[in-house]
């Protein structure tokens, strides 16, 4: 693939997943309640979710990422509702940082898990490579296996440092709450941050 296209799609690329929305909220709030490696899974669940709508617009699918809407809509909701949980889950959370850490009894991939729902119930992720992405990369043509490659690269090395900069700033700024009464409300911020990012993903068709 030439370098103007592969260069047009990093730029457009870094744009829509810089913009604030759902999942930045999502990763935000979970490095916010538990640290760097507990807002992890969550990236790693959301590149997922992107690589999957990058196969379906690549190849041509998105008649049948169409098709499977309803399954689309199943799935969209059941992330919400996770979010939600997680949401109440901080709210409720005593102060202590043992608190605000991530429960010994659960297991990274629910934090995955709720990554990819929000991403396949996410329209943003939708818009992006189902109608934006033909007008920047030529998929009219067939993709070259290369050309594929180069394509799935620029979005895991992008979607990552981007997600884990989000991560690492928030956890960050956790470490500068000591006080039981500051950690409260670091919980609360994190709970309506991952509340707002379920409602945002039940309210946008």
Known sequence: MDLVTLVAFTIAYAIAVL???????????RALGGGFWGAVPMVIGILAGDLVYLVFAVFGLAAIAAWFGPVFVIVRWAGAAYLLYVAWKFWTAKPGTEQVSPKAEEHWSKTFLAGLALTLGNPKTIVFYLALLPTVV???????????TELLLIVVV?????GFGYAALAAAAREFFRSQKALRRLNRAAGLMMASAAAFVVARE
Not at 19 to 29: C, E, F, I, S
Not at 138 to 148: Q, S
């Open 158 to 162: 992008v979607l990552l440092v981007i």
């Open 138 to 148: 030529p998929l009219d043509r067939p993709m070259t296996a290369l050309g594929f």
């Open 19 to 29: 913009v604030p929305g759902p999942g930045v909220a999502a990763v935000v709030a």
